[in-house]
């Protein structure tokens, strides 16, 4: 794990959506990012660099689209061999 400017912690936040009828919200709590998509359980993400973050519940990466100055408006979820982007929504 690295450490991950605060700053940039806070432009991930958000909502994006994953399917017409799925959404994965991304929370900042006490510096340290969540994800929790539709009907499904919050889970923390790890850093493994300023974009690059996983979790320890499954075997993902997420990877968040952003220049390091404005918010992310897209991430890309790794996951069993496939990927799943998803855009921001405003």
């Known amino acids: 794990m690295v450490a991950v400017d605060p700053k ?3 432009r991930l936040v958000g909502t ?4 017409p009828t ?15 998509a539709t009907g499904q359980a919050k ?3 790890f850093p493994q660099s300023e974009r690059y973050f996983f979790t320890t519940a499954f075997d993902s990466v997420l990877t968040f689209e952003t220049d390091g100055s404005a918010i992310a408006q897209r991430l ?3 996951q069993d061999g496939q990927d ?6 405003p």
């Open 8 to 10: 940039l912690v806070e």
């Open 16 to 19: 994006y959506r994953l399917s």
């Open 22 to 36: 799925m959404v994965l919200h991304i929370s900042n709590e006490g510096g340290n990012l969540f994800s929790q």
């Open 43 to 45: 889970f923390e993400l």
């Open 76 to 78: 890309t979820i790794y």
């Open 84 to 89: 799943h982007t998803a855009n921001r929504i």
